[in-house]
């Protein structure tokens, strides 16, 4: 398998833990702050900002992965 392939793969997969962790204990947060003040659980501005952050990270990590791995074992 080609190195910026592989780069790219575990980044790939480091962005899709990261998004899925941050949304998990975002979830968590909002659940127990629903329960909390007897609310339906729903994600305010701060939070739905957080995941779109996390999510566009996400999304550069791959190709940031493939050139360092290009780079360092290319």
């Known amino acids: 398998m080609h190195v910026a392939l592989q780069g790219a793969l575990w980044g790939l997969g ?3 833990f990261l998004v899925f962790a941050e949304y998990f204990m975002l979830s968590k947060a909002v659940r127990e702050r629903a329960e909390r003040y007897k609310r339906k659980p729903e994600f305010d501005v ?8 996390i999510t566009r990270f996400a999304v550069l990590l791959p190709p940031a992965f493939a050139l360092g791995f290009w780079v360092l074992w290319g």
Request: glycine content about 10%; charged content about 35%.
């Open 14 to 16: 480091l962005g899709a």
């Open 46 to 53: 701060t939070e739905r900002r957080r995941i779109s952050s």
